[in-house]
């Protein structure tokens, strides 16, 4: 079992000694401070200064957020993905607030951490051990998070330096960073080689802050530049370099919106489930409710899928490199899947608890404004389910394993399938591979290629994980390999859900390979989006499986969990089948995805007795 995080009895054990006390120290900060303290001063909005003292004087983010090139041979400064991840944990776990300026300061760093621009490395190592925070200049209120267009100028002048004018808009931190990364263009350069990431202090009297746009503990910045000069040593990227910079910080920083979810919804469940057992409605507890039981063994399941999930997506994140870049596509899961379980955990806690979860003195209602945000930060589930399409036709019809075949489609059991006439599944299941490959533009573009992927450990070794900040050109998306996903789902065939999921996946397959998008559907963004929503849970499910062998998982849990999933996917199929641009063909293939979820009574109980167990093991000091 995964379990569930509880501050009174933490296990760091996978981390190092330093790492450990920081973890400890952070968690006894908060606790000391109570709840009734955490949620006054979240109500009433109130600058975190005591938790940046504590961030100072522990050396937090010093330690944590330093890569070893810049850590002047301190053993305990790298950049570990698997200790910022539970750090991001921990935080969401007691406040997304605080996670924020966490996990801004991140994002901040990213462009920094790319630059060979020593000098503003060495300000940024300095500032850090001074307890500072950063920030990251890339939004805009025109624009968005959209790079192409930036209105941020920058003028050349006769001292090799520029004057910066424009403004900046959602950037959290923008009140107090020491360092500001800022993205730009060059007045007197066209089109990408004029662009800049450059660096400026928030304190500067050129840097006109014009307030917090949001009503919130946080601090989310709208901000001026008022011919602000920018020296030659501020000057982080330029051209192509700054553009990819950008993205390349994405992939570093926005990882943690899935460990800050995880993190916010464990606190919710304990506060959740502790309520509900403790409530007496009609002479019995609320916990006996059928609808009640159904609701948190869902919402557990979810919970520990998204877990499962993260845990193993680590792995990929820090085994990365120019050859294997496979983190991709994991990674805008981990920013868009994970955070939208939690989101659908906290409506069904929500749902159980009903007003309490309104009440002032409770970590939920925190937590409730939390999980909403999360999947929003900048456009991020429509950016991501665009994302992973460009990794859909390698990873479902072109691992790099030799062996397999290029497309293994199955029959589904027709039991499950009776209500639907054999009409339908003819045009579907009936075809060859060679005409699948010649009617899909999908298949048509691929090129095999020769060489296995090897395999990826565990990885809680205490190195630092240097690759993310040479990623190189953000290119060629389309070209990224994956390893045949089969062999995993083969693993755990004897589990009945899982096989109803491989069903759902072949009939995905078919889909795609049948009745692929036409020309006019390839640029109907919504479409492709139903699309998009079904094959994501594909990988999701894969390193959910793959972790669930790493950790020796029951198999009332992953069974458990692919109920879920088999409904979620099936309820994407209903989804695709409605939108009015899908043809009669794609009707009935969205519909051949659609599966039961196999019931079992017993394991429901085994899963549920496991959920109910929690109730009343943590509660957060008063």
């Known amino acids: 079992m995964t379990a569930l995080f509880n501050p009174h009895a933490p296990d760091f054990s996978e981390f190092d000694a330093e790492t450990s006390r920081i973890f400890e120290a952070t968690i006894e900060f908060f606790e000391q401070r109570g709840k009734r303290v955490l949620v006054e001063e979240d109500r009433e909005r109130v600058w975190y200064a005591d938790f940046l003292d504590f961030v100072k004087r522990e050396r937090v983010f010093a330690t944590l957020l330093t890569p070893a090139r810049d850590a002047s041979a301190d053993p305990d400064k790298r950049w570990d993905t698997a200790r910022i991840a539970m750090m991001s944990k921990i935080l969401g776990f007691y406040s997304i607030q605080y996670w924020y300026v966490w996990q801004v300061t991140i994002l901040g760093l990213g462009p920094i951490w790319q630059s060979d621009n020593d000098k503003a490395r060495q300000r940024a190592v300095d500032l850090l051990e001074s307890g500072g925070i950063f920030a990251f200049g890339l939004s805009e209120k025109e624009h968005g998070a959209d790079i192409y267009t930036t209105d941020m100028v920058l003028t050349p002048n006769a001292t090799r330096g520029f004057k910066a004018n424009g403004g900046k808009y959602y950037i959290g931190n923008g009140n107090q960073a020491g360092m500001v990364s800022v993205f730009g263009r060059r007045s007197d350069i066209d089109g990408p080689d004029g662009y800049v990431f450059f660096v400026v202090d928030s304190q500067h009297r050129a840097y006109k802050l014009r307030g917090n746009v949001v009503a919130s503990q946080m601090y989310v910045a709208a901000f001026d530049l008022e011919n602000y000069p920018v020296r030659e040593e501020d000057i982080l990227h330029t051209g192509q370099a700054a553009f990819d910079a950008a993205i390349n910080t994405v992939n570093v920083g ?20 502790t309520h509900a057992e403790n409530r007496v409605l009609f002479q019995s507890k609320v916990t006996e409710f059928a609808q009640v039981r159904q609701l948190f063994t869902d919402t557990y399941a979810r919970l520990q899928g998204m877990k499962l999930f993260s845990e193993r997506a680590i792995d990929y994140m820090r085994s990365a490199s120019r050859d294997d870049r496979r983190y991709l596509l994991y990674n805008s899961i981990e920013k868009m899947t994970v955070t939208r379980q939690g989101l659908r955990s906290m409506e069904a806690m929500s749902d159980v608890i009903s007003a309490r979860g309104f009440e002032k003195d409770t970590v939920f209602q925190m937590a409730t404004l939390g999980v909403w945000g999360l999947p929003k930060l900048e456009g991020t589930v429509h950016i991501n389910l665009g994302l992973a399409l460009k990794f859909m036709p390698n990873y479902l019809f072109n691992p790099t394993d030799p062996s397999l075949a290029l497309l293994a489609l199955r029959r589904p059991d027709r039991a499950d399938d009776s209500r639907i006439p054999e009409s339908a ?14 009617a899909s533009p999908l298949i048509d573009r691929l090129r095999r290629t020769p060489a296995a992927l090897v395999p990826v450990p565990t990885r809680r070794d205490d190195a630092d994980d240097a690759f993310l900040f040479d990623q190189g050109p953000t290119k060629d998306l389309f070209k990224v390999r994956f390893h045949d996903w089969r062999p995993t789902f083969d693993g755990f065939a004897h589990v009945p859900n899982v096989g109803r999921f491989v069903e759902q996946i072949d009939a995905l397959q078919a889909l795609l390979g049948t009745a692929p998008p ?5 640029r109907d963004l919504d479409f492709l989006l139903s699309i998009a929503e079904m094959f994501s849970l594909v990988p999701y499910a894969e390193l959910i499986l793959q972790q669930a062998a790493i950790e020796g998982t029951s198999t009332a849990i992953i069974d458990q969990i692919f109920d879920v999933l088999v409904r979620e996917f099936s309820v994407h199929a209903v989804t695709l089948n409605s939108k009015a641009s899908a043809t009669a063909t794609q009707q009935a293939a969205a519909l051949a995805c659609i599966r039961r979820p196999a019931a079992d009574a017993d394991r429901f109980e085994k899963v549920w007795t496991e959920a109910r167990a929690l109730a009343g093991t943590y509660e957060m000091n008063p």
């Not at 926005?254 to 489930?273: I, R, S, T």
Request: aromatic share 12%; proline share 3%; charged share 25%.
């Open 254 to 273: 926005k990882f943690n919106l899935g460990f800050g979810a995880v993190g916010l919804v464990e606190h919710a469940f304990h506060e959740a489930l």
């Open 425 to 438: 599944f003819r045009p579907v299941f009936a075809a060859s591979r060679r005409a699948i490959r010649a």
């Open 518 to 522: 036409s020309k006019a559907q390839r």
